[in-house]
């Protein structure tokens, strides 16, 4: 990544110039986050005073956004459902990137550009059957008819990323292992596992943002609180009464599930750009 | 044929064949149920009436008005979303790759618009548009209803996919950037090439596969824009898009049979997206991935 970059330090209106650039980009990137905290911040009456920052913070709006029973539901569903579509799709995508990267077979390029294919794949195509599927099945408002269609849209990028990360593991030490007298199995978990365990989790952390983030399936597919997730909750999100503005609850709910994506950015984020460009463009 | 060779591909094939059902019972499955679908009347209100109609589904959607302007709205927002993206991406994938101090704070910031809730982005914009909430009036000395009105709410959407996507185009970018040899951009220098002439000569060329992905990526996803413009104008004002025009039919007003031939049209529309870009990009490019192991 640090390659091509240039080593002299610049004049000092470079210097002033870059920082100032900076500034502005950061700023830029996390406008709609400090606004909506400021939003969330501002009591009631202050709700539509027009102005960026707030003149004074109170906590009702969180206090109102658990009080009521639509929200920590919501949070919960995202949660399992997420982690539980996550755990499965890179499991999944694991054994085929293992077999993509390592093995000799008719067919696996076939795999790469099946997934291609599915990574393209317009999820609306799919709403109808689906809503009509789950109903006759059962599945329609559950856990389970969410965690499906999210293991299957995220399967291509799991698949991509993790071959990626496969194809950078020097591959001798499985051989030296089976020489050894390790099985494949064997020298797969003790030897291989590990190298390659930095790489299946920042698709973890890409498969679970998917997941997190959708909105289609879950406004199409859930109905009550017993599987809703975090963002069908908001953007349906109506206040205890019809009278009243719920912007303030919508906002505190807003950083409340933000709190959680900013926390794995900050630790992981050279991880989830290394999984976001791996294959894109280097494949 | 060894029997080392065949073992091979025998656990080649089983361990790809979970990953490969689970991606074709959810999509080629659906897809052809929803083909199945579109050539019935098939509405869930009326359970009684279903029948085989051949293509009158699509005759409907084809003589509609709905659809026609839903494309156009949703052709205008992809046009103006990528476009923009792919400029300011290329602003910022410069900043980054040239920054001397702050490329982690950068990057980090940057992945903020890329991870957040797409729904939970819409209505932060939506509440900064507001004329009652929102501070960009204030702002801007205006008394303007943004999302009341048709071209105001289309900017309003295009503004917010451009936030939170340009990060995106700019990492894939970036990736590409760092591809171009350093000595190659020295030596042009040295040549007494200018910097547009090092940017148009060698940078965009050698950039070019990560640029065409880049587009290929935003393009489809641009077209299918649905949560922006739910959370934003449930698409009232006219500014409906065609994935808001398939779930309106389907869910809202449960007609499978119609709501799949929109949905179908959705398909094909994506399928001639892709293959416009893979004839741009060669189709060798996007094979190469599994050749290098």
Redesign the interface.
């Known amino acids: 990544m640090s390659a091509g970059r240039p080593k002299d330090e610049g004049t000092l209106v470079e210097r002033v110039f870059w920082r100032f650039t900076l500034v502005i980009l950061i700023g830029y990137a996390l406008l709609p986050v400090v606004w909506l905290t400021s939003l969330s911040l501002k009591p009631s009456g202050d709700l539509t005073d027009q102005r960026f920052f707030p003149r004074a913070i109170g906590l009702e709006h969180y206090a109102a956004v658990f009080r009521d029973p639509q929200f920590p539901a919501a949070l919960g569903n995202s949660l399992g459902i997420g982690l539980i579509a996550t755990l499965i799709s890179v499991a999944l995508a694991t054994l085929a990137a293992y077999a993509i990267v390592r093995l000799r077979f008719p067919g696996r390029q076939a795999v790469l550009v099946g997934a291609l294919a599915v990574a393209m794949f317009p999820p609306i195509a799919i709403i109808g059957p689906l809503f009509d599927l789950w109903r006759l099945l059962g599945l329609f408002d559950t856990w389970l008819g969410l965690i499906i269609p999210y293991i299957t849209l995220t399967l291509p990028l799991a698949i991509w990323t993790i071959s990626a990360f496969f194809r950078e593991i020097p591959w001798e030490l499985e051989q030296a292992a089976r020489v050894d007298g390790a099985t494949r199995l064997g020298a797969f978990r003790h030897v291989i596992l590990p190298l390659v365990a930095p790489g299946v989790f920042a698709s973890a952390i890409l498969v679970f943002i998917f997941a997190w983030n959708d909105f289609l399936f879950a406004a199409a597919l859930t109905s009550t609180t017993s599987s809703r997730t975090v963002p069908a909750a908001i953007a349906f999100f109506t206040g205890a009464s019809r009278f009243e503005q719920p912007t303030g609850s919508i906002a505190a709910a807003s950083v409340i599930v933000t709190i959680p994506v900013v926390v794995l950015i900050l630790l992981f984020q050279r991880r989830i750009v290394a999984g976001l460009t791996a294959g894109a463009v280097k494949g | 044929m060894s029997r080392q ?1 065949l073992d ?2 025998r ?6 064949a ?3 059902l ?2 074709l ?3 080629a ?3 052809a ?2 083909v199945w ?1 579109s050539l019935h009347r098939y509405d ?1 209100r009326f359970p009684d009436q279903q029948a085989f109609v051949g293509l009158a589904n699509y005759a409907s959607v084809l003589t509609s008005e709905v659809w026609w302007r839903s494309l156009f709205n949703t052709l205008l927002i992809t046009a103006g979303s990528v476009a923009v993206e792919l400029l300011l991406g290329f602003g ?1 994938a410069l ?1 980054m ?6 490329r ?18 819409a ?3 939506r ?2 548009f507001d004329p ?4 960009v ?3 801007l000395g205006l008394d303007q209803a943004w999302l009341s009105e048709r071209w105001s709410a289309f900017v309003v959407i295009i503004a917010t996919e451009i ?1 939170k996507t340009t ?2 185009v700019a ?2 970018l ?9 000595d190659l ?1 020295r030596a042009a220098r040295v040549d007494g090439a200018s910097a547009w002439q090092r940017l148009v000569h060698i940078t965009l060329p050698l950039m070019k ?2 640029i065409l ?2 587009l290929l ?1 935003r393009t ?1 996803d641009a ?2 824009i ?2 922006t413009v ?2 934003q104008t449930r698409g009232a004002q006219d500014t409906e898009t ?2 808001i025009v ?2 309106q039919a ?2 809202a007003r449960l007609n ?1 049979g119609l ?2 031939a929109v ?2 049209m ?2 094909i529309g ?1 399928i001639l997206i ?1 293959l416009l870009y893979v004839r741009l990009l060669g189709a060798g490019a ?5 050749r ?2």
């Open positions: 060779v091979e591909r656990l080649g094939w089983l361990l790809c979970p990953a490969v689970a991606m019972l959810v999509t499955y659906p897809i149920y929803a679908l869930l910022l900043v790759h040239r920054a001397l101090v702050g982690i704070a950068l990057r980090t910031a940057s992945l903020v618009p890329y991870a957040i809730i797409t729904v939970v982005a209505l932060g914009w509440f900064a009652t909430t929102g501070f009036n204030a702002l936030w990060p995106f990492l894939l970036l990736a590409g950037l760092t591809l171009v040899p350093p951009i596969p990560a992905v880049a990526f489809l077209f299918r649905f949560d739910y959370v065609v994935s398939a779930y389907l869910i499978l709501g799949s949905s179908v959705i398909f994506t892709a996007l094979g190469r991935g599994g290098q192991g």
